[in-house]
């Protein structure tokens, strides 16, 4: 496999990546900024957060008629005109939206980043006339979700379980049928392909394509104290893996990990790998 090259860097903390209208978008942290950028490395800034705003946990996806969502102290929409209104008034940190229109949230209490104890985290829905409701808890540490094309499963990063968790959606967009997909990772943000496999970072400095079950496929290893964030199957074909990035060290804590990339020098990157088997499903 060849190694991955560097397509965007100079970013905070590039994360939720999604492949949409023929450019990579993600959540630029730390600078809350959404930007797009193509295949050539050629970025724009297409929607930015207030700057009294917390700088962290957001994500994007789109409803149907083309709107962007953003996350964070509330699930944001933003208007043709370009500015950002209260959709919902959740506070959420990724997202995931089925082909009905029905959003899917998640989150936790964050306060172990400043070294309390984590508490559980949940998913939540929203549905397309806007009511709220919680369809599933006890999550340890909610990150990255998809949905998978038939719309019929989501699959979301139990992060401080080192885990990948699947659930059936029921017709209502409840959530039934937990199950484990895959044991042993350091989950963050996923994707999925064509064959049913998810990439995955394994917590250390290296992702993998992992089938359901917990059998490796595929492992790419990233250089020593650069962490993959999240991970996107996009390109003209889908068959470019966008990897997110920035400088981690394990043997520091995550307060001064993310002191370091608040106040230090743009460490994140966007890097691309060509693979075989395309992907699928939402985002």
């Not at 104890?117 to 929203?126: A, N, R, S």
């Not at 990772?185 to 993998?208: F, K, N, Q, Y």
């Amino acid at each position: 496999m060849p190694e991955p090259r560097v397509l965007l860097d100079g970013l905070g903390i590039p994360e939720s990546p999604r492949w949409h209208e023929g450019r990579l978008w993600f959540c630029n942290w730390i600078d809350r900024q959404v930007v797009a950028v193509d295949m050539d490395g050629k970025a724009e800034v297409m929607a930015t957060r207030d700057p009294d705003s917390h700088p962290m946990g957001y994500s994007i996806d789109w409803l149907p008629d083309g709107r962007l969502l953003v996350t964070g102290d509330q699930l944001r929409r933003q208007e043709p005109d370009g500015t950002l209104v209260l959709h919902a008034d959740q506070h959420a940190n990724e997202i995931v939206v089925d082909a009905c229109g029905n959003i899917y949230l998640n989150g936790a209490d964050f306060a172990f980043a400043a070294g309390a104890p984590p508490e559980p985290g949940y998913i939540k829905l929203v549905t397309p006339d806007g009511r709220l409701r919680q369809v599933a808890d006890e999550i340890e540490f909610p990150n990255g979700m998809i949905i998978t094309p038939d719309n019929r499963t989501l699959i979301i990063c139990e992060s401080f379980a080192g885990k990948l968790t699947a659930f059936d959606i029921n017709a209502d967009g409840d959530l039934s049928n937990r199950r484990t997909f895959a044991e042993n990772l350091g989950p963050d943000g996923i994707c999925l392909d064509a064959e049913g496999a998810v990439w995955v970072s394994t917590g250390g400095h290296s992702i993998v394509r992992v089938a359901e079950g917990g059998e490796i496929l595929q492992r790419v290893e990233l250089p020593e104290n650069r962490a993959p964030f999240a991970l996107m199957l996009g390109g003209p074909d889908r068959r470019t893996l966008f990897i997110c990035t920035a400088e981690w060290r394990l043997s520091d804590p995550v307060p001064e990990n993310l002191t370091r990339l608040t106040t230090g020098p743009r460490t994140g990157e966007i890097l691309t790998l060509p693979v075989q088997i395309p992907g699928v499903g939402r985002p």
